[in-house]
T-cell receptor
């Protein structure tokens, strides 16, 4: 049972290069999320997709774009990478769109991205 | 706005109990979660508590919720070296239904 799979696990880019981070989940979850994790700052939400066909900005969306390709896949794109985007990126998914219910997020193992 | 705060570091001796604290601001939170992150890995759900509960026990883990003070704690009994990790508190409110707010994480170091 794979859960949430992120690729690649590591990547080094030069400033100005573009790159797409891939995420896929096999739990039939409706909602998917992209976070970045920086030392001392916890997790910050970049974008999320409440359901297939919708995407919304989170706390730190500038410099990123996303695509919810289908129910399983949610990709994050850096069009012109900057050193400030050096971070660890996590994809997560959860089961319900709303209402009462325990809906924990399930996380991938992360993509460690360095921008030189 | 919504915010979740945690202390950054905690150090305990093997066999002692660890208590990791968290405060949150969103009074409409329905569920509060504790996640564990080991080096090089993603966040793994440890346990959760519904906002109408005061306490939840799950083997070595005890979660206490003080809704009046908006304070959540995670107690790990008989702490082992394998418990060394970063622990994140998170809330999910009814006001931003799709959003989860995470604390900065508490790095727990267990000394042998």
């Amino acid at each position: 049972n794979a859960g949430v799979t992120q690729t690649p696990k590591f990547q080094v880019l030069k400033t100005g290069q573009s790159m797409t981070l891939q995420c896929a989940q096999d739990m039939n979850h409706n909602s998917m999320y992209w976070y970045r994790q920086d030392p001392g700052m916890g997790l910050r939400l970049i974008y999320y997709s409440a359901s297939e066909g919708t995407t919304d900005k989170g706390e730190v969306p500038n410099g990123y774009n996303v695509s919810r390709l289908n129910k399983r896949e949610f990709s994050l794109r850096l069009e012109s990478a900057a050193p400030s985007q050096t971070s660890v990126y996590f994809c997560a998914s959860s089961s319900l769109q709303g209402g009462i219910g325990n809906q924990p997020q399930h996380f991938g193992d992360g993509t460690r991205l360095s921008i030189l | 706005g919504e915010d979740v705060e945690q202390s950054l570091f905690l150090s305990v001796r093997e066999g002692d109990s660890s208590v990791i604290n968290c405060t949150y601001t969103d009074s409409s939170s329905t569920y509060l979660y504790w996640y564990k992150q080991e080096p090089g890995a993603g966040l793994q759900l440890l346990t959760y508590i519904f906002s109408n509960m005061d306490m939840k026990q799950d083997q070595r883990l005890t979660v206490l919720l003080n809704k009046k003070d908006k304070h959540l704690s995670l107690r790990i009994a008989d702490t082992q070296t394998g418990d060394s990790a970063i622990y994140f508190c998170a809330e999910k409110g009814t006001s931003g239904t799709y959003k989860y707010i995470f604390g900065t994480g508490t790095r727990l170091k267990v000394l042998a």
